[in-house]
């Protein structure tokens, strides 16, 4: 009988010489292996291999980032499944590359020439630019060592970059074709502009805060009258820039009003009246103040009414020239200074509390603008409806499904994307001016003239693009795009997108977009959102907090494999991995559970043979066909699990398998006849089937923690280069055994409650106890019967008694497992009388603490104040003593019996 998990021996099974070390050493073993990957170039997946491919392309870090929480989790999943399909038999191709982060690497030089006495305007465009080149060649690369010292198995020869040669070349093809498509033009609008960075942003690209503001309450003068009209605004600073003040045509009290002129306050500018649908009545007063050059609704009831737009600030956001008296100050400073104004005019009603959303720069953090100028766009709607499409029909998928209404919510409502940035580094604008005629040119390369007029004298556009408008392109221009060549072709489109829910936006819908129009398939049919990284508390990490841990210092103290398995078995599918250093150490406890098992097996290996055995003669015992049953369900839960990107279910199978299954209960039943000279046969069958299925436990954990698995595979019988090339277990169902694992089953829970029994009453670890077992069932009975020396030594048994008839005798701890009634009498392995005041004294502490918490928990004021966390810990620390109790009763019944 053949477990099935071993490849074809083609040459001879080598022996490792060496013997584990004691302790087990992440560092060395990492940098150890690592290297040797490295060299002998296993993370390459080649162009003409017969495998079918497997691609992921990395979500490119920024050039200027480090390693976080957030990278650890994102990275290791992904690493998991190439890892796992490189096992699995596939050509497994992970991209990776960096993103040149426009203006986050800008603003990283710029405080570095800020330190020399310097601005960028100080050296010029090109001298800035060899600045920033020669930054990223000195630090720019810091985020891919630390992504190789988590264990990331990428094809390092495939490294990206988003501005280097190829991608360049993409860009500017990808730019020529949307705008000879009439999908790109140039369009005065108001958009989120960044006064620090000095930019465009993206809708995507501002973050929103809830904030406690204001809302302020200004009289607006009626031309020729005494009365006046109170307009609400949460920004009055703008009022500067006012055109007109607006009401709903359904606003009954205002009919008589959009017959009037209205008088702007300070600048005694007049205004007119209008009526729009936009405005909400019932926000303040009903009537809104018209700002088109600074506030998007008003842009837009602007152009309905013909209003002119005002521009009063600079894009330093200080008041300009249109600002009056206010021209030169700081737009917080000018808030200040016209409410002090407006206060002293009696112009100024009240000052109401407001909460608020105020969008903030990605980047720096800085309150945006908005703000009205010149900006390239993208028109998205064109492009939207293949986005939309595909996901529908299902073509791609999310993993959790949750995210794809999101997704498609966002593509419904979407908007142009202004694509256009007043910074210098990134991809500049392909587009050139003619100064003799005006022409707007283009362009792949930098045309010599004028198509129109032949004119040399041209100029080409200042501004940059937009950082994503390269990453969109990343699952094809990283393979070559617009060239057709092989990689193109063998590994594209990829097989599956793994990122955050904070780029779905941003990121995952435009590569969707951009795959459809340019290479008229999907880039990827799966899309896997992984959760973000808090703290324990709920809170996102960040530096400010201070609860956001280097994972390069993390893996210096635990070791890579400890991080990796410790951020899955926190993670459920999609959802938030809730971190604290104390859970880094459930992977370094499992890391020496499996060093140390693996060891006592390999130095019992030092006179084996495994070519001296044949599987299909050896004699298994029950606890051998037990394992071999387990594995065997193990590796098809595993299986299935990973197929669904359930990491964190596939991860604890393995952990309980290997903790539980192998090492508490195979190794120590099997320990005996590793030990035991007598009888040959008996140790050869049991070293052949715990060294197999140590082997295939080791593939299961590869993906997972593929140091420790390569280090100690590398030291059983075993053939080939690498496990990280080494096949994955495959699943035979003819190798399950029912019958060995009901069997089994009963055996670990009569053992189960002699242990629990042993630990309630106290009785010390040396002392054997003699235990009876009443069974009525008469299969089972036999079965207990036939396998009782499984018991006796993982129970510490003396003595065993199993019958159908079976008297309780005094003073007995006794419990019910599946029909199995275990008796174990307690006089001669505890004193008695000292157990009974030990217990009665505890019953007495126990219930002296539930007092307290009854009295806390019944008095009204400590419900009415107290968090209701506090309530709840308090409750179910009740429960739990509750519990207590009533198993020290229990016990105290026993005894006395």
């Known amino acids: 009988m053949r477990p099935g998990f071993l490849p074809g021996l083609k040459e001879r099974l080598r022996l490792a010489e060496t013997i584990l070390n004691k302790r087990y050493d992440p560092h060395r073993v990492e940098r150890k292996w690592y290297s040797y990957w490295m060299k002998h170039g296993l993370f390459h997946a080649p162009v003409d291999s017969s495998k079918k491919s497997y691609t992921i392309v990395i979500p490119p870090p920024n050039v200027t980032g480090i390693l976080t929480m957030g990278h650890v989790l994102n990275n290791t999943i992904q690493d998991i499944l190439i890892r796992w399909k490189r096992m699995d038999g596939f050509n497994a191709l992970w991209l990776p590359g960096t993103d040149h982060a426009g203006i986050a690497t800008q603003n990283v030089v710029e405080k570095g020439l800020a330190k020399e006495g310097l601005k960028r305007e100080n050296l010029g465009r090109e001298k800035f630019l060899e600045r920033v080149w020669e930054w990223r060649r000195n630090y720019g690369g810091k985020i891919i060592q630390q992504l190789q010292q988590l264990g990331c198995s990428c094809d390092w020869d495939r490294e990206r970059f988003t501005m280097d040669e190829g991608l360049s070349r993409a860009v500017r093809e990808t730019f020529v074709r949307l705008y000879q498509k009439g999908l790109i033009y140039r369009g005065k609008y108001i958009i989120n502009w960044c006064p620090r960075c000095r930019t465009a942003l993206s809708d995507e690209e501002v973050e929103h805060q809830e904030l406690g503001g204001n809302l302020w309450y200004i009289k607006y003068p009626i031309k020729d009258s005494r009365d006046f009209i109170t307009v609400a605004t949460t920004r009055p600073e703008t009022m500067l820039g006012d055109t007109a003040v607006a009401v709903s045509p359904k606003d009954k009290r205002y009919l008589e009003l959009q017959k009037q002129k209205i008088i702007l306050p300070i600048l005694n500018r007049e205004i007119p009246v209008i009526a729009d649908h936009f405005v909400d009545p019932e926000f303040g007063t009903g009537i809104v103040k018209v700002t088109p050059a600074h506030d998007p609704n008003d842009f837009e009831m602007g152009r309905r009414h013909g209003l002119e737009s005002i521009n009063i600030m600079n894009p330093d956001a200080t008041m300009n020239e249109n600002a009056g008296d206010y021209q030169g100050m700081d737009r917080f400073e000018c808030r200040e200074r016209l409410l002090a104004d407006l206060k002293e005019r009696d112009l100024l009603v009240k000052v109401e509390s407001h909460q608020h959303a105020l969008g903030h720069c990605y980047r720096c953090h800085t309150a945006i603008e908005p703000y009205l100028s010149d900006q390239w766009f993208v028109k998205m709607k064109p492009l939207a409806e293949q986005a939309k499409r595909v996901v529908q029909e299902g073509k791609i998928k999310f993993y959790p499904s949750r995210w794809t209404k999101v997704y498609l919510n966002w593509i419904e409502n979407i908007r142009d994307w202004c694509i256009s940035r007043q910074i210098w580094w990134g991809h500049r604008i392909p587009i050139w001016h003619c100064e003799e005629c005006g022409e707007v040119v283009a362009a792949k390369e930098e045309p010599a003239r004028c198509p129109k007029c ?22 094809f221009s990283t393979l070559g795009w617009p060239e057709e060549i092989p990689e193109l072709k063998v590994f594209y489109p990829t097989d599956v997108l793994v990122t955050g829910p904070d780029i779905i936006f941003f990121w995952v819908a435009r590569m969707v977009m951009a795959g459809m129009e340019f290479m008229g398939e999907v880039p990827f049919p799966h899309v896997y959102i992984n959760g973000m990284v808090k703290d324990e508390q709920g809170r996102w990490m960040s530096k400010s907090l201070g609860n956001s841990p280097d994972p390069t210092k993390i893996i210096e103290e635990f070791g890579a494999d400890a991080l990796r398995l410790s951020m899955i078995l926190i993670t459920a599918e999609g959802q938030d991995a809730y971190f604290s250093e104390d859970k880094l150490i459930i992977g370094r406890n499992f890391s020496n559970k499996i060093w140390n098992a693996s060891r006592l097996v390999q130095m019992n290996l030092k006179d084996f043979d495994q070519n001296q055995v044949d599987p299909e003669k050896i004699q298994l015992t029950l606890v051998d066909r037990w394992i071999m049953s387990t594995f065997q369900r193990t590796v098809s839960g595993v299986t299935r699990s990973l197929e ?38 008996d140790r050869e069958a049991a070293l052949w089937v715990t060294t197999a299925i140590l082997d295939g436990a080791l593939r299961l954990l590869h993906p997972f923690m593929p140091f420790i698995s390569e280090e100690i595979w590398q030291h059983l019988p075993h053939e080939g280069q690498s496990l990280m090339v080494a096949s994955w277990p495959r699943y035979d169902r003819a190798k399950l055994d029912a019958q060995a694992e009901e069997e089994v089953g009963y055996l670990q829970d009569v053992i189960g409650a002699v242990r629990n029994i042993r630990a309630e009453m106290g009785i010390p670890p040396s002392r054997r106890a003699r235990v009876l077992l009443k069974v009525e069932d008469e299969r089972v009975l036999e079965r207990l019967k036939a396998n009782h020396l499984y018991l006796l030594e993982l129970a510490k048994i003396e003595e065993l008694v199993v019958d159908r008839e079976v008297e309780r005798p005094k003073a007995t701890a006794t419990v019910v497992v599946k029909g199995v009634e275990v008796f174990v009498p307690l006089e001669g392995l505890i004193d008695l009388d000292t157990e009974r005041l030990r217990l009665e004294k505890e019953i007495g502490r126990i219930s002296g603490l539930l007092a307290g918490i ?31 109790l009533a198993k020290l009763q229990e016990n105290l019944k026993l005894i006395a019996q």
């Not at 990491?647 to 090492?663: G, K, M, P, T, V």
């Not at 928990?857 to 739990?880: Q, T, W």
Request: net charge negative.
């Open 644 to 681: 669904k990107y359930r990491l964190n279910e596939a991860a604890h199978q393995i952990y309980d398998f290997f903790w539980h299954a192998y090492c508490d209960w195979y190794l120590e039943w099997v320990k005996p006849r590793l030990y035991g000279l007598e009888d040959r046969a």
């Open 454 to 475: 032949g004119s040399s004298k041209l100029r080409q556009d200042e501004d940059v693009l937009d950082t994503w408008f390269s990453s969109w392109l990343w699952p």
């Open 854 to 884: 009854s009295k806390k928990l019944s008095n009204e004021d400590f419900l009415r104040r107290a968090p209701r966390e506090v309530v709840s810990r308090e409750r179910a620390k009740g429960e739990e003593l509750d519990q207590r």
